[in-house]
Nanobody, 121 residues
């Protein structure tokens, strides 16, 4: 059974950091993995992706602030978020693709339930 479970969301002050985790079960090393987010009243935004070979790609809105990593041994991947801004407030979803590379992503094939990240004083 394919399953993605996020953890690590919460409230953080502007300029702070937060790390989200995603436990992926049923997936293989051949799946590219990533994160997208959705803020109230806004469309989903694909923010970052990591290929099966470890290559990463990030949206301009988070480039230089967010990084993605994966631990293949336990099929877990992470989103490290630094220098957070109020506009990063959203529900964050970990997600997977059927393919091994990231490329242009219009929508992921699988995703979890999401975890809320709120950036506020």
């Amino acid at each position: 059974q394919l399953q993605l479970v996020e953890s690590g969301g919460g409230l953080v002050q502007p300029g702070g950091s937060l790390r989200l985790s995603c436990a992926a079960s049923g997936f293989t090393l051949n799946n590219a993995m990533g994160w997208f987010r959705q803020a109230p009243g806004k469309e989903r935004e694909v923010i970052i992706c990591i290929s099966s070979g470890g290559f990463t790609d990030a949206a301009d809105s988070v480039k230089g602030r967010f990084t993605i990593s994966r631990v293949n041994a336990n099929n877990t991947f992470y989103l490290q978020m630094n220098s957070l801004k109020a506009e990063d407030t959203a529900v964050y979803y970990c997600a997977a693709l059927r393919r091994s590379f990231c490329g242009v992503i219009t929508e992921f094939d699988y995703w979890g339930q999401g975890t809320q990240v709120t950036v506020s004083l």
